[in-house]
């Protein structure tokens, strides 16, 4: 299989609109950021809105970076044991992600990034990117013929 073939594999026609469904989505995240400070300081007040915004996304970056760095040094420890750190690899992923959206200013953010910081969503979560990952790994396996090796 030639290397142009190999890369037009990865990108079918799902993959294009799951691409371009993701590039729209995150164009409105913005959008709807900027209407929802525009709201929301029409209501209570511009200097009240930025304030709260700074706080909440510093107050949850830093529970976020708190807890990151438990999980790491417990994905550390899975490491030196020898067991299989799945688990603590993915609590640390969500975690890591959750810190990014917190720091990143903005309501819908900073509540994507506190849903993240809850274990039991940010496992279920984890489950789910695994299992979705699983197959597409799968896929790309059976594609390259690597079994072949």
Same mark, same amino acid.
């Given at each position: 299989m030639t290397p142009i073939r190999t890369l037009l594999v990865f990108f079918d026609r799902d993959f294009?609109?799951?691409l371009i469904l993701v590039l729209l989505a995150w164009s409105l995240v913005p959008l709807?950021?900027?209407f929802l400070f525009i709201y929301l300081g029409s209501l209570i007040g511009n200097s009240l809105i930025l304030i709260?915004?700074?706080v909440a996304g510093a107050?949850? +970056?830093f529970v976020g970076v708190l807890q990151a760095r438990r999980a790491a040094s417990c994905l550390r420890a899975a490491l030196a044991r020898g067991s299989h750190p799945g688990r603590d690899a993915v609590d640390l992923a969500g975690l890591l992600?959750?810190?990014?959206l917190l720091i990143t200013p903005g309501f819908v953010t900073d509540v994507a990034g506190f849903l993240l910081l809850v274990p039991s969503l940010r496992e279920s979560l984890g489950r789910?990117? +695994?299992a979705r990952l699983k197959t597409r790994v799968r896929d790309v396996y059976d594609r390259l013929k690597l079994s072949a090796l």
């Open positions: 294009l609109f799951k709807g950021e900027i709260l915004a700074a107050a949850g +970056a992600v959750s810190a990014l789910r990117i +695994a």
